[in-house]
């Protein structure tokens, strides 16, 4: 059974940095992941998505340029980089992962996602 654990949230400044992780364990999660974010009162939103070779990688508009995600297969680790944090960035990011579609024009799709972590709160002050 395949598990998704993240860390590394926390409080930050706005224009601060964070990055988050994302260790994958019980299984081999070979197909695209992703990461996910909820803010209090709103639906759940993607955010980044990066195929399992890690050659292609999918933002939301409202993180490109600032947001990097990443993967590194062998040690089972997904990176979310986050850079020059807004206040409105604030929201428990979820990292997730896909083991059935295997298409990756799909990744912006929370339902495509198989595996889900516990999630991990940031929050950014002004």
């Known amino acids: 059974q395949g598990l998704l654990a993240e860390s590394g949230g926390g409080l930050v400044q706005a224009g601060d940095s964070l990055r988050l992780s994302c260790a994958a364990s019980?299984?081999?999660?070979?197909?695209?992941m992703g990461w996910f974010r909820q803010a209090p009162g709103k639906e759940r939103e993607f955010v980044a998505a990066?195929?399992?070779?890690?050659?292609?990688?999918n933002y939301a508009h409202s993180v490109k340029g600032r947001f990097t995600i990443s993967r590194d297969n062998a040690n089972n680790m997904v990176y979310l980089q986050m850079g020059s944090l807004k206040p409105e960035d604030t929201a428990v990011y979820y990292c997730?992962?896909?083991?059935?579609?295997?298409?990756?024009?799909?990744?912006?799709?929370?339902?495509?996602?198989?595996?889900w972590g516990q999630g991990t709160q940031v929050t950014v002050s002004s």
């Open positions: 990066i195929t399992w070779s890690g050659g292609n990688t």
């Open positions: 019980g299984r081999t999660f070979n197909s695209y």
């Open positions: 997730a992962a896909d083991v059935t579609t295997y298409d990756f024009l799909m990744s912006r799709l929370s339902e495509t996602y198989d595996y």
